[in-house]
């Protein structure tokens, strides 16, 4: 099957023909891929900002229907429409225990060993799957928790940003945050994930939700389709944090970084009010490090990091496709452009540019 494949950090990826395995464990499924999303996170792998083994096919959000399942799942069949999500779980550990699937502390329990057949290779040797999803591809060959079974109604392009952006997103502000009516929400960066949290604060109820970047265009699709209420544009307005602070009379009670930027951290806590929160929602590179004034401290303001909105695949998952096939939640909105695998490193140049939303790959 075809793969886009790194094999170096800063080397564009390679469509080549990597084999996935023949014969599929007891707990695993193969996926035929409907469409994938293009992520800031697979950049950082590509930018060489987080370091992983290679070569690598990145891809983590993931649609698409069920074509063989192994001897040990009863309960996804083939031809099923799933959501491959990068919260593959043990089930065993003591969080996934207590329901707290996406700090699942034995990733390599849904791994096969150093010792078997790999799940996907290339001339005999390993390719590594990333986030044990490698979503850049035709087929998947998956962890049976690192699918979740969905409405047939769902369109499944859309389907795959469900599995990242939006669980992240939405999850974020409803899920961790408990965004509650009359809240007043910061949500800083308007990239998928961001406006999914500025969509999840506005369902939650939040009185005031204000989208902060440095682009127009992506401030204005905050406003005009998920739920900002004010954007301000921290490029052009060098009032930004006055401007945050006078709209939210003395402050938000929650602020989302979603870029993954250490410094926004410190521009999240400033337009905190006493007593609020800041959520870390975004993916920070490896070396990253967030210092920020203790003052901030005192004043009662915490910082809290955030792992993919705390979704609970099972759960969750099926609730934001109901939401969407009821109207109220927007996806079409997201999707910059699709592309062909062979294009994908346009996409990959789109998120180097940060412009539209999300680029979706469709098979
Ligand atoms: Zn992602
Ligand atoms: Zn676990």
Redesign the pocket.
């Known amino acids: 099957m075809r793969a886009a494949v790194l094999t170096a950090p800063h080397a564009p990826l390679v469509i080549d023909d990597v084999e996935t395995a023949a014969t599929l464990r007891p707990n695993e499924v193969r996926v035929r891929t409907a469409a994938v999303g293009l992520?800031?996170?697979?950049l950082h792998v590509i930018d060489g900002l987080v370091a992983r083994p290679m070569p690598v096919v990145l891809g983590?959000?993931a649609s698409g229907t069920v074509a063989e399942v192994g001897s040990g799942v009863t309960d996804v069949s083939v031809g099923d429409h799933v959501v491959a999500c990068?919260v593959v779980y043990c089930g065993q550990c003591r969080m996934c225990r207590a329901g707290r699937p996406a700090m699942c502390q034995d990733r390599t329990a849904t791994m096969r060993g150093v010792d078997d057949e790999p799940r996907l290779s290339l001339g005999g040797r390993e390719v590594h799957q990333w986030t044990n999803i490698a979503g850049f591809a035709e087929e998947l060959v998956l962890h049976r928790n690192a699918v979740t079974v969905i409405d047939e109604r769902m369109p499944l392009d859309l389907a795959a940003m469900l599995g990242?952006?939006v669980a992240?997103g939405v999850g974020s502000a409803q899920t961790v945050a408990r965004v509650a009516p009359g809240d007043h929400v910061v949500v800083i960066g308007c990239g998928g994930?961001g406006l999914n949290v500025s969509q999840g604060a506005a369902l939650a109820g939040a009185a005031t939700v204000i989208a902060v970047d440095r682009s127009d265009e992506k401030l204005a699709l905050a406003r005009e389709r998920f739920g900002a209420t004010h954007a301000v544009n921290t490029a052009s307005d060098p009032d930004a944090v006055a401007r945050i602070l006078e709209l939210t009379d003395g402050g938000a009670d929650h602020s989302f970084e979603a870029v993954g930027l250490p410094g926004l951290v410190g521009l999240a806590l400033d337009v905190t009010a006493r007593g609020g929160s800041v959520w870390a929602v975004g993916?920070f590179g490896d070396a990253a490090e967030v210092t920020i004034p203790a003052a901030h401290l005192h004043a009662g303001k915490g910082v809290h990091g955030v792992r993919a909105g705390s979704l609970v695949p099972a759960r969750d998952l099926p609730a934001l496709v109901a939401s969407y096939l009821d109207g109220r939640l927007e996806l079409e909105a997201l999707v910059g452009r699709r592309l062909p695998l062979e294009r994908i490193n346009e996409g990959v140049a789109d998120l180097h540019a940060g412009t539209g939303a999300r680029t979706l790959v469709v098979f």
């Open positions: 992520c800031h996170s697979d983590h959000e990068f990242c952006a992240t994930v993916v």
